[in-house]
């Protein structure tokens, strides 16, 4: 009997040891790791303040430890306020792993250089006023359907307002007083179908202010900027209206435009108008019902698929795809489950049966237009802003457009230099700026690759250009035949190319962050995969350099100067001093393994910020590939190489995995080199592996997890 009872006794305390055991695990790991990781790095990055209290460069526990200004949820962090700390630094490159953070409250505090591109993505309220932020607005807040509150007011940003607030109709108070900020108002505030409140004042903005007009505004600030026109009758009825120091017209402003309804209805027109609206509304119901009849007993009548069934089910499968940008506002630290699935997107799509131009025509008369059975020169205008403007009027995909060389003409003020943007072996590339707000890039072909200036070959070319679709390219919108010119139009990226933030950028006016350099490496990677084997025949890029890589205004990778392969092998210049791969002595030379080889330079350019030949260097390191391919498989070797724009900012692990995919894409015997689809596959498992930790937290001397 007393040996049962020390028996009894004995689980007793087996079992108040287990359960004080897990009380203590719960009580010292109750934050979420991955939010511990964000703050850490925050943390470091911030310069480790003493003031904040309980913070620490590595581990903890925030909401447990009750660190200074945050607020936790269970395990979440939710809220980070940190006003008035006196802070310095930055704020980290982890911010959008702080998937539950509401508020994000950094205001009066000393912080300079770019606001970060990656904040909280799920983030309710913004508040980053009074700091030394200046360049731009990041495009990123436009992805924050939550956001009800931002104030970027009492800063340095200058630039313009992004047209970024399409999908904010949750947004209740904006400030951006008190910046350098300029431009005409971006369209999109039309979509702020919440916004109460709007300061504007103490910029440089110009044009009109009526985008303003249908917005339930309460309280308008737009005082001292350089608004012309007039103050809207709509905007004089907001209670709370400030708008001095403009330069507004004089006189009674002009009538509107026949057919625009006058600004108030009586009760008794609004409700006649609400009473015809509901009958038409009947109406419209009862001939729809009818109309689905009709094509129910038509589809029953006809049942047997028409020839062509199989491809328009074909385009249909790839236009739900085609507005997907690969990693556009995910982190690396995010699962990526479905990387595969989107990288074999468009397998099966015989782009080029696609598209069907009338050559004849077009050999006869250039000015025909490209035809297509389904969709031509499908074009997404995310980053042209006056198609942005158009959106709502008229649907994403348009026709390969025919140019009139008297409107381009007048467009490039006569192909000034002023207007060059660039100039390479097969022609110039010139920014075409319209009264209306188009901009577009117009590439001039030099003529003697043409042989004499026929249209048969350019035909072809367009014919070709038209069909291939996909988000990583720059697709072709227009082009132009006539008088013995040829021209091939397309959107202007505003944001330039990979080359110009690599190398025309100081380390802070506009920063790649690692995150960015391993999405933009990605996105080409698709682009190029999708050339080699989507199109049928393959398409041969022979040109990838930094400098044909454009950036749209999230930063994701557009590919251009694609298809013009043939007009490679009539120049005599070098295809892109030190893209080449070692067999390419000629252009004819050219194969897929080429590319693969050109597009680890670019790789290599991500990584270490240097050219690919560099005169300036010492002798050793002109050339890039020679300097750094024996050092790509020494870990202490490829942290020296580190871009030093990166100031230390990203996780170990990821960077030696680049640099092992860079090794093997720039192999001199084009037989060692991997097909390009391995190459995305190796890099969309770098992104599902990355830890994202910063280099001082490297445990491990290896490459394995």
């Known amino acids: 009997m007393h040996f049962h009872n020390l028996l009894i006794l004995a689980r007793l305390w087996i079992a108040l040891l287990v359960i004080s055991t897990l009380f203590i695990l719960l009580v010292h790991a109750k934050t979420a790791s991955q939010d511990v990781s964000s703050l850490n790095v925050m943390f470091t990055s911030l310069n480790s303040p003493s003031k904040l209290s309980g913070w620490k460069s590595s581990g903890g526990d925030p909401c447990g430890d009750s660190w200074e200004g945050i607020t936790c949820d269970g395990s979440s962090v939710t809220e980070i306020n940190l006003s008035n700390m006196g802070l310095t630094g930055s704020m980290g490159y982890q911010l959008s792993t702080l998937t539950s953070v509401t508020l994000f409250d950094l205001s009066n505090n000393n912080f300079k250089g770019d606001i970060p591109y990656q904040l909280p993505p799920n983030v309710r309220h913004i508040d980053l006023s009074n700091n030394g932020f200046t360049g731009s607005i990041p495009y990123s807040i436009s992805q924050m359907k939550d956001l009800n509150y931002l104030s970027l007011a009492h800063n340095k940003l200058n630039n313009q307002l992004g047209d970024m607030f399409a999908k904010l109709n949750k947004l209740k108070e904006l400030d951006v007083s ?9 369209q999109s505030l039309k979509s702020l179908s919440s916004l ?9 903005f110009s044009g ?11 309280e308008l600030n737009v005082e001292n900027n350089k608004f012309t026109g007039w103050v809207p009758e709509e905007l004089k009825e907001i209670d709370s209206l400030q708008t001095g120091g403009n330069s507004w017209s004089k006189g009674p402003a002009p009538p509107p435009p026949n057919g625009t309804p006058p600004f108030k209805h009586s009760e008794k027109e609004k409700n006649t108008n609400k009473s015809v609206a509901r009958g038409i509304a009947i109406a419209g119901i009862a001939i729809g019902v009818l109309i689905v009849i009709i094509i129910i007993a038509a589809l029953i009548k006809r049942r047997s698929p028409s020839p062509s ?16 940008t690969p990693l556009a506002s995910q982190e690396l630290t995010k699962d990526d489950s479905g990387s595969d699935a989107v990288n074999k997107e468009y397998k099966g799509f015989k782009s080029l049966e696609s598209t069907t131009i009338d050559m004849k025509a077009l050999q006869k008369n250039p000015s025909v237009g490209v035809r297509s059975s389904v969709s031509d020169c499908v074009q997404s205008f995310n980053d042209n802003e006056f198609a942005k403007r158009l959106n709502s009027k008229r649907s994403t995909s348009v026709r390969c457009t025919p140019f009139s060389l008297a409107e381009l003409q007048t467009a490039t003020a006569n192909f000034a230099s002023g207007r060059l943007l660039g100039e390479g072996s097969i022609g110039c590339v010139y920014r075409a700026k319209y009264v209306d707000g188009k901009v577009l890039a117009v590439k001039k072909i030099n003529p003697s690759l043409l042989d004499g200036g026929h249209p048969e070959e350019f035909s072809q070319l367009v014919s070709n250009m038209g069909k291939l679709h996909h988000p990583n390219i720059s697709e072709l919108v227009g082009y132009c035949s006539e008088q013995q010119e040829h021209m091939l139009i397309y959107d202007y990226f505003r944001n330039g190319s990979l080359h110009d933030f690599l190398h025309l950028s100081d380390d802070f006016s506009k920063p790649l962050t690692w995150n960015t350099r391993v999405r933009i490496a990605l996105g080409t990677a698709r682009a190029v995969e999708y050339l080699h084997e989507t199109c049928s025949p393959s398409v041969t890029h022979k040109n990838i350099k930094s400098p044909n890589i454009l950036l749209d205004m999230d930063l994701n990778p557009c590919l251009s100067d694609y298809g013009l392969a043939s007009f490679h092998h009539r120049t005599s210049q070098n295809l892109g001093a030190g893209y080449n791969a070692p067999e390419c002595t000629k252009p004819s030379a050219y194969t897929l393994k080429s590319d693969v080889y050109s597009f680890g330079v670019v790789m290599l350019e991500l990584l270490t910020g240097r050219m690919p030949l560099d005169t300036s260097k010492p002798k050793a ?9 024996p050092q790509l498989h020494d870990i202490n070797a490829v942290e020296k190489m580190v871009d030093p724009a990166l100031r230390g900012l990203y996780p170990p692990k990821s960077l030696f995995r680049f640099a092992d995919i860079i090794a093997l894409c720039v192999q001199s015997e084009p037989e060692f080199r991997p097909p390009v689809s391995e190459v995305v596959q190796a890099l969309v498992r770098l992104v599902q592996r990355s830890s994202m930790k910063m280099r001082d937290d490297l445990t491990t001397s290896g490459y394995d997890d």
């Open 178 to 186: 008190d910046n350098s900020l300029s431009g005409d108002l971006p």
């Open 208 to 218: 009109s202010i009526n985008v303003l007009t249908k917005l339930p505004l309460e």
């Open 309 to 324: 069934s199989n491809f328009i089910d074909e385009e249909t499968h790839s236009h739900r795809h085609r507005s997907f």
């Open 621 to 629: 390191e002109q050339c890039l590939v020679r300097w750094a391919t």
């Open 196 to 204: 109460k409140k709007l300061h504007l004042e103490n910029n440089q």
